[in-house]
Each structure stands twice: as structure tokens, then as C-alpha cells.
């Protein structure tokens, strides 16, 4: 697709993802929300350069808030808040699709805090929650799974405000059978956290 726009939206408990955009360019997501989904909130994918602009959103109790695979190329994720997902921000490559690898997402001037939440709804399949996931198990006093960075090249983080325990995270986990099962584990005893969180927002 060439041109898209998304603004007031508002998507949640949907069953994969909540706003999303796959193989398009020109466009821009701005003033919307996304809760409840146990993929992404907000996702763009497999576009380069995508000339592309997610800003002025919210996503909360998602599995991830912010999900781009095999992504790049005047990408920008600005003036948001992403909160009490499992993970924040997750640029990430998959080499089954096209286009990998992600490289060159600016990430300006976002409000990322309290993440690392068992009540957002999980994917056992997505490895990059997996691997954020990981990260969250082996360095829970210092990983708040504000950005996780699912390999790449030259993303930029300009003016990042995570809070909590940790200013960002960037981590690079090559352990998908560990991080699923321990990701499936997870989503089973959080479904019930997850259904109460979505009623609530």
C-alpha cells in the first residue's frame, strides 16, 4: 500500500494485534490507542524505507506495545506512551520474511515505564517477547523491558525516558526454544490477569 493514515483510533483485546500496517509506506499512525493485544499494540512491518510516523498514541497491557519487524528507513516512534506492557518498544528481525534486517528506527522523545507486566496478553510465538522475556528472568532488579532491541542496525534512541529500574534495554537473545516455553508458561497463568486488565481500560 502507498499512503496510509490511522488517527482517534482506538483497538482492544483484539485477537493478535491492535493497529497495524504490513508491506505499506507513506504513512502515519497519530492520536490512537491499543490495549489488550497479545501481540503488539501498534506494528509496521516489512517496509524499507517505510517513511513512516507512529506518534502521540498510547498502547498499555499488550505483550508488546510496539512491534516492527524487518522495518527501517525514516521510521520514526515519537512523543508516545508505552506502559504496563510486557515489553515497551521491540524493533526485531525475522529472516523468514523480507526485507530483514530492521535497521535505522529513530526512537525520539517517548514516555516508556512500568513495563515488564504479567497482565499483558502473551504470545508464546512471538521470540522477541521471548527474548525480552529471558532478559526479565535472568536480570529482574535491573530490566524493566522498556526498549528491547530484536537485532538490527542503527536504531537511534534520542531523548528516552523509560522509567523504573532501568533507562532502556537493548537486548539481542538467540534462545527461542527457552524463551518460548518459558513465554508459554507465562501466558498461561497471566490470561486471567490479562481479561481483568483489558475490562479496566
Known amino acids: 500500500m502507498l499512503g496510509y493514515r490511522g488517527s482517534y483510533l482506538t483497538a482492544y483485546n483484539n485477537g493478535d494485534y491492535g493497529i497495524y500496517a504490513y508491506d505499506s509506506v507513506y504513512g502515519q499512525f497519530d492520536h ?25 498514541v498510547v498502547a498499555e497491557y499488550n505483550a508488546l506495545g510496539y512491534s516492527g519487524t524487518n522495518t527501517g528507513g525514516n521510521l520514526t516512534i515519537m512523543n508516545s506512551v508505552w506502559r504496563y506492557n510486557m515489553s515497551g518498544i521491540v ?17 525520539v522523545n517517548n514516555l516508556i515505564y512500568s513495563n515488564h507486566n504479567p497482565a499483558g496478553r502473551l504470545l508464546a510465538a512471538d521470540l522477541a517477547g521471548a527474548a525480552g522475556y529471558l532478559v526479565m528472568m535472568i536480570l529482574p532488579p535491573v530490566a524493566d523491558l522498556a526498549l528491547v532491541v530484536w537485532t538490527g542496525r542503527d536504531t537511534g534512541r534520542r531523548r528516552l525516558r523509560p522509567w523504573a529500574r532501568v533507562a532502556w534495554v537493548a537486548a539481542a537473545v538467540v534462545l527461542p526454544l527457552v524463551g518460548g516455553f518459558a513465554y508459554w508458561v507465562s501466558a498461561r497463568w497471566g490470561r486471567g490477569l490479562s481479561r481483568a486488565a483489558g475490562a479496566r481500560s
Open 91 to 107: 524493533p526485531n528481525t525475522l529472516d523468514s520474511e523480507k526485507l530483514a534486517p530492521q535497521d535505522g528506527t529513530r526512537i
Open 32 to 56: 490512537s490507542y491499543a490495549s489488550g493485544s497479545p501481540d503488539s499494540g501498534f506494528y509496521i512491518g516489512q517496509c524499507k524505507p517505510c517513511h513512516a510516523v507512529i506518534t502521540q
